[in-house]
């Protein structure tokens, strides 16, 4: 690994450093980081920007005792290779080997298992009341990023940061650019600064805060008027943060290691919540990623030498059909606009916004906000498409239940990530957005099985006059299933014919099925398969005569077992009092789904054609009075 | 009503009236909603701190074209009388009367139904690019009251208000009282504001603003400048907003109407994003609510002369149970703490503050840094009770996610308002609270029946380790049921036998179904009744052998029928291969439930004692073979 590296077998032994050693040990650590992600992906830039940072805090503080809360998470590669996870560091993303994000299970220095953004100043104000509480000293640190700090949770945490009067830390890691550039005014505010302070002003700054901040037990106000006195303060981000009741310093070289540590030893010992606002440079130290942070923020394995990506991608994922159908009837619709929470490459909307740049809206990690703000463009006769991964979406419940179903507004609601995503783990699967959807009257929600179903799909939500909800998986969209009859509300499709079983499934789950069915065909069972297409409205007819046809039932779907198609079909059979069928449900689990390649997850489930043929034939076997036993 | 009031149709009277007449106005609107509230029941303080704004914002703008946006809603008072319909307003929040909220289906001057705090921003935005992006001059303004404005949502709104390259006007009513007092670092920040400024000094603050406010087309910048220099500027709210990209104005008095009205005349001409800062006085004019805004923020009918509620307040409520259970158990736990969303009257929490003042947090209108600070606590030892309304609720769902459930984290969820709420309208019914959380791995949903339950319910889930939800309405808490087992996990209660019929409930439904089973025995029919307790994890040997005993299963809810308890049984039933069983599901239609009393809207839908009974001898007459012929 590294000469140095291979001796830190605990934060403890970064205080054997001195500082030349610990420089070297950043470098060494870099090297690591780049070499692992160029051979299991992962996110490379924010985790390059970090090191020095992650090395300051675990040099000053001991999170054996001590918390550190790490906000979304993607940006804690050196912390896991100082905490005793180095050996397992190769292994990072990989199934069965290290989470990509804090994982309580890991480690005890991971605090939570997180990967979703804003939370971190929430809990550690909580772990910070319990400290306080029980009037325990041990230091709470949350490290926000500067996009994370844009979301509406962080501000709710931020403005109850009264609640501490104790030890409270948060480090504003400011690399001026979230998964993509960050959004929004406040962001728009700290490029400013920084583009305003020089490396030579922040190391000022940190040597007028050293100077002037009082030793432990000292009044703080006085020493405060003194370090603003001696700063730039035609621009003094500390306006926006003091009013929300935390001591602002800052800003501050985040590569500074020697200087980080003296000011980390120092603000540790205020008596009240701060905020240290650090600049980092994303990508630092990588060549490639500096100079394309965005592309290197989450990357495939690529070539160490020349930041090539390695994998091929030339398959066409369901995000990029997603993107091509929207620009292809928004040259159409002048009355179409797209809208992403900070995800513009993700959701494939960096190409709408490359033919329509006006009418394409990143509203930075604010997926309540995006949501709210395309019921207000409804509300005037828009059609916003509002592209969420399906995990995050669970930030806009409340909004798509006030602002947008309840007032019947045609927003779609283009969820992204549905189902098993693979290498993010448990924070990122998107297990439950039918689940919490279906309950919202109005809503329909409904799924495309491919590319021109993609298109149909888009096309029927744009028409349609209320709200839809539109799901697809992170996975290569199959082939096309052949021409079909239009998308029309409620109304599934039939896909294959077949007396033995009924198959009923959606979206890409049709197209698995569909080869389970042809499986089956070998062991002579002929499979149906029905591409409900809706969720809700169901295709009540058609399902009522499937419900009825005595055979067995078998519904797929890449989602909760509860909540989901299967529910609702039950609850179909419920409302019509049909009785006499097997109804057998494959979905996922009622567990936390942990992280791995989705090929192995679906696998592992039995969402694999080849589970479905296994259920399928355990189905029939089940019913003695069928063809099982005329076939053996 | 009132002798200019009367002849009030349309905001169009308004600039009929002279000054002094609007002034008059004003006091016969508060006249007219102190007689209604104290009538009907209703917000007051806020309504009657608003008007004078009110009128202001009808007088300068013609929401015929230009587009009002209320945060929350229950301030629309005012709004209402003037817009058509001040002849309806005696039936405000009666049933068939006019929502207590701004309602779309009631008049085109309302543009969003809403009841939930800080969408208005949001909307607001929306709405506002949509007139950018086609070019039309109408205007667009949001009012936002302190408390709405310090929630995340705000936040995220007002840090998205660069995409705003035209007019947009955010007013900040400003009444230092949210529900409760404003809670929060921000509003803090505001009261110091309002103790700082005179009223003196507020007129001053407006004349300087119209002085150097420059006409339509002219650069701001440098007016700006001129305006802030000759203000108070050592608290400056200014500094928060700006840095968000509204230009700031204020704070100004939002009792001098007539200044007020220029004030907007001019500001709406601003063609950039722009906030006004109102200062106002909840319950102004009507003394007992003007000394006690918060017992009149939300009030019963009460005595019009003395303030003195009407109603009957004797009997005892599942929050007052949920509240004595709570404090109960914390006397001997230490580790019991309680959070609220700005809600300590509304779930009884401000009776756990009395008696453990440091151990209860009120985190203002935040439900999901509620739900996030609870995890923190957890994490370190404690046990919160987070108390939150079902509806508001459905604002944590990613919290409850990640934050609790991820981290297998004993956080308690008391959710109260959860089913029917009755008088605040579709905003506020708390319908879907089991179906989204019944996803969630590792969630415990249960459901307490009468007030011993209550206790048993909250010491089971405070001894467990685990999230536990625990739902219970807006109603008075039904007699015991008696003496029982206590609450263990996953464990249904049998409450009455019965040969013919199984009815399966839990909480208050358990109670009617009880009546209910009472009911049918006179009809000759002896219906079992099941309490569930739990929805998550259900009973499933007791419901196994209901589901296979040959009788009817009637399932009883106060919840959406899609994704409640029925669903989980029918689920059940589906995973047991259990066929032939007759599943009746009552509950709540896949329908927004309008305003009305909690025991009307309950009757309409089959939920009380009667509608089950009918349910249930239906559900016999569908079998011939059963006892129904014999009985006949």
Redesign the interface.
């Not at 709210?372 to 828009?382: H, Q």
């Not at 279906?438 to 109005?442: D, F, H, V």
């Not at 909760?560 to 909540?563: D, E, Q, S, T, Y």
């Given at each position: 690994m590294g000469e140095l590296l291979d001796h830190i077998d605990s934060p403890a032994d970064l205080n054997k450093l001195n500082q030349q050693e610990l420089n070297q040990l950043a470098q060494e650590i870099r090297t690591v980081i780049s070499e692992t992600v160029a051979k299991n992906g992962g996110h490379l830039a924010s985790n390059l920007g970090i090191v020095e940072l992650s090395l300051a805090l675990h040099h000053c503080f001991d999170f054996r005792y001590d918390r550190i809360l790490w906000d979304v998470g993607h940006q804690c590669y050196t912390h896991k290779l100082v905490t005793g996870r180095r050996k397992e560091f190769q292994s990072i993303r990989l199934e069965h080997g290290l989470s990509g994000f804090p994982d309580?299970n890991e480690s005890p220095y991971d605090?939570?298992?997180?990967?979703?953004a804003?939370?971190a100043v929430?809990?550690?104000?909580?772990?910070?009341?319990?400290?306080q509480?029980?009037g325990q000293s041990e230091k709470i640190v949350a490290v926000v990023g500067d996009a994370g700090v844009?979301?509406?949770?962080?501000?709710?945490?931020?403005?109850?940061?009264?609640?501490i009067k104790r030890q409270l830390l948060v480090v504003l890691n400011d690399n001026s650019m979230a998964i993509d550039v960050t959004?929004?005014?406040?962001a728009?505010?700290l490029v400013k600064i920084r583009l305003t302070h020089t490396y030579e002003d922040m190391k000022k700054t940190s040597q007028h805060i050293l100077t002037h901040l009082p030793v432990l037990g000292q009044p703080l106000a006085e020493a405060l008027v003194h370090i603003r006195q001696g700063l730039k303060t035609t621009l003094w981000?500390g306006?926006?943060f003091e009013?929300?009741?935390l001591r602002y310093f800052g800003p501050v070289d985040g590569h500074d290691l020697n200087t980080l540590i003296d000011l980390l030893n120092r603000l540790k010992q205020v008596d009240e919540p701060v905020l240290l606002h650090v600049i980092t440079e994303k990508g630092k130290g990588f060549e490639p990623a500096q100079s394309d942070p965005r592309s290197f923020h989450s990357t495939k394995p690529f070539h160490l030498e020349t930041g090539k990506v390695l994998a091929k991608s030339g398959e066409k994922t369901y995000s990029d059909a997603f993107a091509e159908s929207l620009i292809k009837l928004a040259k159409n619709d002048q009355r179409i606009?797209a809208i992403t929470a900070a995800m513009p490459d993700g959701t494939g909307l960096n190409k709408f916004a490359e033919q329509f740049p006006?009418?394409m809206?990143d509203?930075?990690i604010?997926e309540?906000?995006a949501v709210?703000?395309?019921?207000?463009?409804?509300?005037?006769?828009?059609r916003?498409v509002v592209a969420i991964y399906s995990?995050?979406l669970?930030?806009s419940?409340?909004?798509i239940?006030?602002?947008v179903?309840?007032?019947n507004l045609p927003v779609v609601l283009a969820i992204d990530r549905a189902g098993v995503v693979g290498g993010d783990g448990?924070?990122h699967q998107g297990?439950?957005d039918i689940?919490?959807l279906?309950?919202?009257?109005?809503m329909v929600c409904c799924s495309p099985a491919d590319a021109p179903e993609m298109e149909q799909a888009l096309d029927f939500a744009l028409r349609y006059n209320g709200p839809v909800a539109l799901r697809y998986p992170r996975a290569e969209i199959g082939e096309n299933l052949g021409p079909a009859e239009e998308f029309r509300l409620g109304k599934s499709r039939s896909i294959r014919q077949g007396k033995d079983l009924c198959i009923v499934a959606y979206g890409e789950c049709a197209q698995v099925s569909l080869e389970a069915a042809k499986l089956l065909a070998k062991d002579g069972i002929e499979a149906a398969v029905i591409n409900a297409r809706f969720v809700k409205p169901l295709d009540s007819e058609a399902l009522k005569r499937i419900l009825k046809a005595d055979r067995p039932v078998l519904v797929v779907e890449d989602h909760?077992?509860?909540?989901g198609l299967?529910?609702?079909i039950?609850?179909l059979?419920?409302?019509e009092?049909i009785?006499?069928?097997?109804?057998?449900?494959l979905g996922l689990p009622?567990?936390?789904l942990p992280h791995g390649t989705r090929e192995t997850l679906l696998k592992k489930i039995g969402l694999d054609a080849e589970g479905i043929r296994q259920a399928g034939r355990k189905a029939l076997l089940?019913k003695p009075k069928e063809i099982s036993n005329s076939k053996k």
């Open positions: 309580v605090a939570f298992t997180v990967g979703h804003g939370t929430s809990t550690a104000l909580g772990m910070a009341l319990a400290k509480l029980r844009t979301n509406g949770l962080s501000f709710e945490g931020l403005n109850n940061a009264h609640l959004q929004g005014s406040m728009k505010y981000p306006q926006i009013p929300l009741g606009v006006e009418r809206f509203v930075g604010c309540s906000h709210a703000m395309a019921a207000g463009l409804a509300k005037e006769g828009f916003p995990s995050f669970q930030r419940l409340d909004q239940f006030q602002e179903a309840l007032q448990p924070t297990f439950m689940a919490f279906r309950s919202l009257p109005r909760a077992l509860i909540g299967a529910t609702a039950q609850e059979a419920g409302r009092a009785q006499n069928v097997q109804i057998i449900a009622d567990s936390f089940a």
